[in-house]
């Protein structure tokens, strides 16, 4: 079996606080990741559910483990907050693993110093919710946090009305938020802030030599490119964070805090969920800009750490983050161009913006679209699927062909390519609603078959395979919230 490591809680005490999760009354077994607690080696393999819903509720800790709750801080809709911090989560520890090391967290388990007046609990919806998404991300090759376990504990948490509980086991490369440097940085803890630099430079870039005394300009285009990745990423398969805070921005790049998050089902560029978010702050392509704001955010801390002049510094970060949308559009052509089977180039890119006019025109189902497209390179009819769209849909139809053939590549191939990168399943909105609905009243069923089926998303289903499909009329949920 594979030992704790935990290294986080051999940083300087200021960095967390020991925090010990609450017990539950009776904990169940929801969900259980087994191929993913195979590969951080826990040694699980013959446990029982009753046994796992103990452990990851919080009731009985593994061998090796050290609690703690994460000191950070965080821009929130622009508003800084000195403190913020791990409020309803802790950090049991980390392992080692061929793939690198990794925390493992719980959510939901209990009031820590950093709650103020939460509670320090989930419900039972946000734990599923986070369980079905973060694993589909992952699916996508979307850089993720992951999901080990989802655990209802048999008690009532009380918000907007009273909800079973629930304690979510998430599993990442590490919780270190550009809100963590800002907590150092609104303290003037120049030391502690530099020890924090330097771990996640070693946890993250170990290209970075820690000697270099330009290293926080490395850390700082390190981040850029990967979070210009991970835009696009989210981007292309139709997916709105929803609350882009700063301490909800991971430094390692990957996507962090699954709260009232969504994926589109027709396509909006101006598409938002979250029912706080009212001026559209986070929405879907406002996600760029937001990103390159949170990472002038990153370079704000950075400063204090680089040698010399402010002055000549300040223009030095700022030329790193000038870098951000070059770094950004780049990414977003070679994952859309891919989308329509197209090369990466200036025509591709041409093509995949007359795309998404076109979907955004006719509130095209932005999933289901790819595979009816793909569906037009065996057919010289255009498929049913695109009849609103009239000529204009013919017309892009024709001209996407061509530039298939003018990049000589075989259509049938092509459709077959498109349908390994585009998927036909996405954990919709209405869909995970129903899925949480029959989770609270004791039923997971149809939580099973969804975890299963969201494990294949590009295989090909009949035409009416309910999972597949758009919301109905009256299906729809608009609107999502944190679930806190
Ligand atoms: P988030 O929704 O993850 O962006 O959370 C923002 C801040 O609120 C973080 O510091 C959380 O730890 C804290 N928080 C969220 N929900 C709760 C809760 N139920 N109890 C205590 N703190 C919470
Ligand atoms: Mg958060």
Same mark, same amino acid.
């Given at each position: &079996? ?34 993913? %607690? ?18 990851? %509720?919080?009731?009985?800790? &593994? ?40 925390? *493992? ?95 996640? /430079? ?5 290209? *970075? ?11 700082? !285009? ?8 991970? /835009? ?7 997916? /709105? ?32 969920? %979250?029912? $706080? ?5 986070y929405a879907y392509n406002r996600q760029p800009h937001i990103m390159l704001w949170n990472l002038a955010r990153l370079a704000d801390t950075l400063l204090p750490l680089m040698e010399g002049d402010d002055t000549r510094n300040i223009k030095k970060l700022e030329k790193e983050l000038s870098q951000f949308e070059l770094e950004f559009e780049q990414c977003w052509r070679i994952h859309f161009c891919r989308k329509l089977g197209l090369a990466e180039s200036k025509d591709g890119e041409a093509m995949v913006q007359s795309w998404l006019k076109l979907l955004s025109d006719f509130k095209l189902d932005y999933t289901l679209s790819y595979r009816y497209l793909s569906e037009a390179l065996n057919n010289d009819s255009i498929p049913e699927f695109f009849a609103s769209t009239g000529d204009q849909g013919?017309?892009? $139809?024709?001209?996407?062909? %061509? ?17 390994? $990168? ?9 869909? $995970? ?21 969201? !494990?294949?998303?590009? !295989?090909?289903?009949? !035409? ?21």
């Amino acid at each position: &079996m594979n030992s704790f490591v935990n290294t986080y809680a051999n940083l300087p005490k200021e960095f967390y606080f020991p925090f010990q999760p609450d017990k539950v009354p009776a904990p169940k077994l929801i969900g259980f990741n087994h191929a993913l %607690s195979e590969e951080l080696g826990l040694g699980l393999e013959n446990t029982g559910d009753n046994e796992l819903a103990q452990i990851f %509720s919080g009731n009985k800790l &593994m061998n090796g483990t050290e609690p703690i709750a994460l000191a950070y801080a965080g821009h929130q809709f622009g508003q800084f907050v000195p403190q913020l911090g791990d409020g309803r989560a802790v950090l049991l520890g980390e392992v080692d693993t061929a793939k690198g090391r990794f925390d *493992i967290q719980l959510k939901g388990s209990g009031a820590t110093p950093f709650s103020r007046r939460g509670d320090g609990k989930s419900p039972l919806g946000p734990v599923v919710r986070e369980f079905l998404v973060s694993e589909f991300m992952h699916r996508m090759d979307v850089p993720t946090t992951r999901a080990l376990a989802a655990v209802a504990t048999g008690e009532t948490v009380h918000r907007e009305r009273s909800e079973p509980g629930g304690v979510f086991t998430r599993v990442a490369s590490s919780h270190i938020r550009v809100g963590t440097f800002q907590y150092f940085f609104a303290r003037q803890e120049v030391n502690h802030l530099k020890t924090l630099m330097d771990y996640a /430079i070693a946890r993250h870039y170990s290209d *970075i030599d820690l000697k270099d005394p330009e290293r926080p300009l490395l850390l700082l !285009k390190s981040v850029l490119k990967r979070q210009a990745d991970l /835009i696009a990423r989210w981007m292309s398969v139709g997916f /709105i964070h929803g609350v882009m805070n700063t301490d909800n921005t991971s430094v390692a790049g990957i996507t962090l805090d699954y709260g009232p998050c969504a994926f589109m089902d027709d396509f909006d560029f101006q598409k938002v969920f %979250s029912f $706080i978010d009212r001026n559209g702050r986070y929405a879907y392509n406002r996600q760029p800009h937001i990103m390159l704001w949170n990472l002038a955010r990153l370079a704000d801390t950075l400063l204090p750490l680089m040698e010399g002049d402010d002055t000549r510094n300040i223009k030095k970060l700022e030329k790193e983050l000038s870098q951000f949308e070059l770094e950004f559009e780049q990414c977003w052509r070679i994952h859309f161009c891919r989308k329509l089977g197209l090369a990466e180039s200036k025509d591709g890119e041409a093509m995949v913006q007359s795309w998404l006019k076109l979907l955004s025109d006719f509130k095209l189902d932005y999933t289901l679209s790819y595979r009816y497209l793909s569906e037009a390179l065996n057919n010289d009819s255009i498929p049913e699927f695109f009849a609103s769209t009239g000529d204009q849909g013919e017309l892009f $139809i024709k001209k996407w062909k %061509s530039q298939l053939e003018a990049e000589n590549v075989n259509p049938y191939k092509a459709a077959e390519l498109m349908n390994t $990168i585009n998927p036909l399943v996405i954990p919709r909105n209405h869909w $995970i609603q129903k899925v949480i609905d029959e989770v609270e009243q004791g039923n997971v069923k149809g939580f099973d078959e969804f975890y299963e089926v969201l !494990k294949e998303p590009f !295989k090909s289903r009949s !035409k009416d395979h309910p999972m597949t499909l758009p919301p109905a009329v009256g299906e729809q949920v608009e609107t999502t919230f944190c679930g806190t």
